[in-house]
T-cell receptor, first 113, second 115 residues
Framework: DQQVKQNSPSLSVQEGRISILNCDYT??????FLWYKKYPAEGPTFLIS???IKDKNEDGRFTVFLNKSAKHLSLHIVPSQPGDSAVYFC????????????WGAGTKLIIKP | KAGVTQTPRYLIKTRGQQVTLSCSPI?????VSWYQQTPGQGLQFLFE???????NKGNFPGRFSGRQFSNSRSEMNVSTLELGDSALYLC??????????????FGPGTRLTVL
């Protein structure tokens, strides 16, 4: 039972354009969401997070949007740069589970020059 | 500050064998979590240790075990290896447990191949 789903295994975007990565979840009890980025041969690194009490969080070129009614969040990268090419993981956690992270399968983002 | 280190980076074993993977967290970090990553799957949580005590455990069989030492270094052990255990095993460290803002720092992983 996948509680966090990233339905697009890969996404290709032109450099300079907007990249939108999507994530759906099934458990309405999740109260914190995170995005991690992973380069080949490296471990994931934290990118940005959002609490369930918010619907938007912005950090430079990265913005995460949360739609609780749709149980959907998205990561926007504007403008996309070649260094953004990586696998992006969405993760969610709940206070009553000690904030143990539940991860999506990841989306491979390819930025074309 | 040195990052999270994992040894070995690559490992090839045969079915039925056992394996031990090691993780050294960032200095000062007392929490270590272990994850399994297989193609098409997200990171599957194995267990989390804090101050030598297992705090959380995922849904893996008892063949998967771990421990943490007083210096916060951690090992995980898989006994009676199966083909399906072939995966990237990631270790992450953090300063504490149980908080939403508790950022995890990952090591590069150990790639285990079971033949």
């Amino acid at each position: 039972d996948q509680q966090v789903k990233q339905n697009s295994p890969s996404l290709s975007v032109q450099e300079g354009r907007i990249s939108i990565l999507n994530c759906d979840y099934t458990n309405s009890m999740f109260d914190y969401f995170l995005w991690y980025k992973k380069y080949p041969a490296e471990g994931p690194t934290f990118l940005i997070s959002i609490s369930s009490i918010k619907d938007k969080n912005e950090d430079g070129r990265f913005t995460v949007f949360l739609n609780k009614s749709a149980k959907h969040l998205s990561l926007h990268i504007v403008p996309s740069q070649p260094g953004d090419s990586a696998v992006y993981f969405c993760a969610a956690s709940r206070m009553d589970s000690n904030y143990q992270l539940i991860w999506g399968a990841g989306t491979k983002l390819i930025i074309k020059p | 500050k040195a990052g999270v280190t994992q040894t070995p980076r690559y490992l090839i074993k045969t079915r039925g064998q056992q394996v031990t993977l090691s993780c050294s967290p960032i200095s000062g970090h007392r929490s270590v979590s272990w994850y399994q990553q297989t193609p098409g799957q997200g990171l599957q949580f194995l267990f989390e240790y804090f101050s030598e005590t297992q705090r959380n455990k995922g849904n893996f069989p008892g063949r998967f075990s771990g421990r943490q030492f007083s210096n916060s270094r951690s090992e995980m052990n898989v006994s009676t290896l199966e083909l399906g255990d072939s995966a990237l095993y990631l270790c992450a460290s953090s300063t504490s447990v149980g908080g939403p803002h508790n950022e995890q720092f990952f090591g590069p992983g150990t790639r285990l191949t079971v033949l």
